[in-house]
C-alpha cells in the first residue's frame, strides 16, 4: 500500500509572481468546481479541497476564493472516481466523499464542512507553539524537535519531568533517522549530545508543563492559524505518495530535466520522482562501514549535473552520475534478500559496485591514485590508524564510451594528512634541536 506520508508538495501556480498564469488557469476548461460552505459561516474562503484518483499515488489541491468557489484545471484531473478530502482547522469533511470526473466535461460538487470534535488532532507544530504557554526561549527549544518530530506526541503523552529526561537519554543513544519500524542504535557507547544537564532537565519540566501528566484535557486554550485569503488562495498543489512508509525524504532538488531527485534520512538510497506520472526510482548506495547506521542528509548538484550525497554515519560522501545508471525500480529494490531498512544484500548489489564495502590495504592512496584514470572496478581505500573510519573511493575512469554505468566518489577527511605533516614538521624540528645540541656547534 502506498505511505500515507506524502513526500513533497510541488506548487505549480503562485500568482504573486506571475498573474498571467492564473488568468489562463481561470480560462482553462476545469474538470471538477464546486462551493465550499458550513452552516456557521456560509461560504469558506481559505479551505483546501484535495481530489485523488482511486489507484492513483497523486493527490491535486486547491483552495477555496473568498466566495467560497474552487476549480481543478481538467489538465490536472484524468478521468475517473476521486475520493475527496479538506483541509480546514476546525472543520471535518461532511460530504461529498468521493466523486466521478469524466472526460471532456465539468463535474460540479458543493463540498459542505461540519465542525469537527477533535481539534487537537488538527493542529499543525506551529498552532500548537502558538498555543504553548511560556517563554519564547522555552518554545525555541521545540524548533530542534519538529524537524522530526510532531508536537502532538509530546502534548499527547503523560510523562512527567523525570521520565522524560529518561527518554532523552533514551534517545541520546539512537541515530537520528531511527523510526519505531526500524530503530538504528549508534555503535558502543556513543551518545549524541543534547545539551548541559541543567538544560536537559529545563526542557524535561517544561514539556511536562504542557502535556497530560497532570489533568486529562490541556490547562490552556488551543490556538488557530488564520485560513489563506486572496491571492494566497490562488494555487494549484500536487502530492506524491511514496512507495514504502518507512522512507524519510530529507533534502530535495530538480534536475535540467525536472526530474526530482531526494535522499533518504534512514537508509542508503538516492531516490529519483518524476512529476508527471509519480513513478519513484530507488538507486542503493554503497554501505561502506557495515554495522554503522545508514542513511544520507544533504545533496547538493555540481556544474555538470553530477549529485554529491552525504552519507552521514557511514563517513562518506557519493558521487552520483544520473546520466550513465540504469533506472532501478523501487519495487526491485525491495525483493528478497534485502535488509528491511534499506541496506542491499550482497547477491544483489549490482557488479559495478564490486569492490565496495571491502577494506584494500591501510593508506594504499598513492595505489588508488596512480590508476585512478585508468580502467578497472572501484577501490575503497582505508584511512591511517589514527582515522580508521574515513575512507575514499577512487573510480577508475574509462573512455566516454565504455564509461561505468555508476561512478561513486567518497572523499576522505585530510585531517590524516595535516597529522601527518604536522608530524613531520615536529620531527624536522626535534633533528635540528638535536643538531645544534652536538659539541662543536
Known amino acids: 500500500?502506498?505511505?500515507?506520508?506524502?513526500?513533497?508538495?510541488?506548487?505549480?501556480?503562485?500568482?504573486?509572481?506571475?498573474?498571467?498564469?492564473?488568468?489562463?488557469?481561470?480560462?482553462?476548461?476545469?474538470?471538477?468546481?464546486?462551493?465550499?460552505?458550513?452552516?456557521?459561516?456560509?461560504?469558506?474562503?481559505?479551505?483546501?479541497?484535495?481530489?485523488?484518483?482511486?489507484?492513483?499515488?497523486?493527490?491535486?489541491?486547491?483552495?477555496?476564493?473568498?466566495?467560497?468557489?474552487?476549480?481543478?484545471?481538467?489538465?490536472?484531473?484524468?478521468?475517473?472516481?476521486?475520493?475527496?478530502?479538506?483541509?480546514?482547522?476546525?472543520?471535518?469533511?461532511?460530504?461529498?466523499?468521493?466523486?466521478?470526473?469524466?472526460?471532456?466535461?465539468?463535474?460540479?460538487?458543493?463540498?459542505?464542512?461540519?465542525?469537527?470534535?477533535?481539534?487537537?488532532?488538527?493542529?499543525?507544530?506551529?498552532?500548537?507553539?502558538?498555543?504553548?504557554?511560556?517563554?519564547?526561549?522555552?518554545?525555541?527549544?521545540?524548533?530542534?524537535?519538529?524537524?522530526?518530530?510532531?508536537?502532538?506526541?509530546?502534548?499527547?503523552?503523560?510523562?512527567?519531568?523525570?521520565?522524560?529526561?529518561?527518554?532523552?537519554?533514551?534517545?541520546?543513544?539512537?541515530?537520528?533517522?531511527?523510526?519505531?519500524?526500524?530503530?538504528?542504535?549508534?555503535i558502543g557507547d556513543a551518545r549524541r549530545n543534547l545539551g548541559a544537564a541543567a538544560s536537559v532537565k529545563a526542557m524535561a519540566d517544561y514539556l511536562a508543563s504542557i502535556n497530560l501528566s497532570k489533568d486529562e484535557i490541556w490547562d490552556y486554550p488551543l490556538k488557530t492559524l488564520p485560513r489563506p485569503q486572496g491571492r494566497a488562495t490562488r494555487v494549484v498543489i500536487t502530492e506524491y505518495d511514496l512507495p514504502r512508509k518507512q522512507i524519510q525524504p530529507h533534502d530535495a532538488l530538480v534536475d535540467s530535466d525536472g526530474m526530482v531527485w531526494?535522499?533518504?534520512?534512514?537508509?542508503?538510497?538516492?531516490?529519483?520522482?518524476?512529476?508527471?506520472?509519480?513513478?519513484?526510482?530507488?538507486?542503493?548506495?554503497?554501505?561502506?562501514?557495515?554495522?554503522?547506521?545508514?542513511?544520507?542528509?544533504?545533496?547538493?548538484?555540481?556544474?555538470?549535473?553530477?549529485?554529491?550525497?552525504?552519507?552521514?554515519?557511514?563517513?562518506?560522501?557519493?558521487?552520483?552520475?544520473?546520466?550513465?545508471?540504469?533506472d532501478l525500480e523501487g519495487a526491485a529494490a525491495m525483493a528478497n534478500g534485502r535488509h528491511p531498512a534499506g541496506v542491499p544484500h550482497p547477491d544483489q548489489v549490482p557488479r559495478r559496485w564490486q569492490g565496495v564495502g571491502q577494506e584494500l590495504g591501510s593508506r594504499a592512496d598513492s595505489a588508488a591514485r596512480s590508476s585512478h584514470r585508468g580502467v578497472g572496478e572501484p577501490r575503497l581505500v582505508q584511512g591511517s590508524e589514527q582515522q580508521p573510519n574515513h575512507h575514499v573511493l577512487w573510480h577508475s575512469r574509462r573512455p566516454r564510451q565504455q564509461s561505468l554505468s555508476a561512478r561513486f566518489l567518497l572523499l576522505e577527511h585530510r585531517q590524516a594528512r595535516r597529522q601527518d605533516r604536522q608530524a613531520h614538521r615536529v620531527s624536522l624540528a626535534h633533528c635540528k634541536l638535536a643538531a645544534a645540541a652536538r659539541p662543536g656547534r
Open 262 to 326: 531526494f535522499t533518504h534520512f534512514g537508509e542508503q538510497f538516492l531516490g529519483k520522482l518524476d512529476p508527471k506520472t509519480g513513478r519513484v526510482l530507488e538507486y542503493p548506495l554503497p554501505v561502506i562501514k557495515p554495522g554503522y547506521p545508514i542513511g544520507t542528509l544533504d545533496l547538493e548538484t555540481d556544474k555538470a549535473g553530477n549529485l554529491w550525497i552525504a552519507m552521514m554515519y557511514q563517513g562518506g560522501v557519493a558521487k552520483f552520475d544520473n546520466a550513465t545508471i540504469p
Open 1 to 186: 500500500m502506498p505511505s500515507r506520508n506524502l513526500l513533497l508538495a510541488l506548487i505549480a501556480g503562485v500568482v504573486a509572481a506571475a498573474l498571467p498564469i492564473f488568468a489562463a488557469h481561470a480560462q482553462a476548461p476545469a474538470a471538477l468546481t464546486g462551493q465550499v460552505s458550513s452552516a456557521g459561516e456560509g461560504p469558506m474562503e481559505g479551505v483546501v479541497v484535495s481530489a485523488k484518483r482511486d489507484g492513483s499515488t497523486l493527490t491535486i489541491s486547491v483552495v477555496s476564493d473568498n466566495t467560497g468557489k474552487f476549480s481543478f484545471p481538467a489538465s490536472k484531473l484524468e478521468p475517473g472516481r476521486y475520493s475527496l478530502a479538506i483541509r480546514s482547522v476546525g472543520y471535518d469533511l461532511d460530504g461529498p466523499k468521493t466523486v466521478d470526473v469524466a472526460a471532456g466535461s465539468t463535474t460540479a460538487a458543493d463540498v459542505k464542512l461540519r465542525p469537527t470534535r477533535n481539534l487537537a488532532k488538527q493542529l499543525t507544530n506551529a498552532e500548537w507553539l502558538a498555543s504553548f504557554p511560556g517563554t519564547d526561549t522555552q518554545k525555541k527549544a521545540l524548533l530542534n524537535c519538529i524537524g522530526c518530530h510532531d508536537l502532538d506526541r509530546i502534548v499527547t503523552s503523560t510523562h512527567d519531568a523525570d521520565e522524560f529526561v529518561q527518554v532523552f537519554d533514551r534517545m541520546t543513544g539512537y541515530y537520528p533517522g531511527s523510526t519505531p519500524q526500524y530503530p538504528q542504535r549508534l
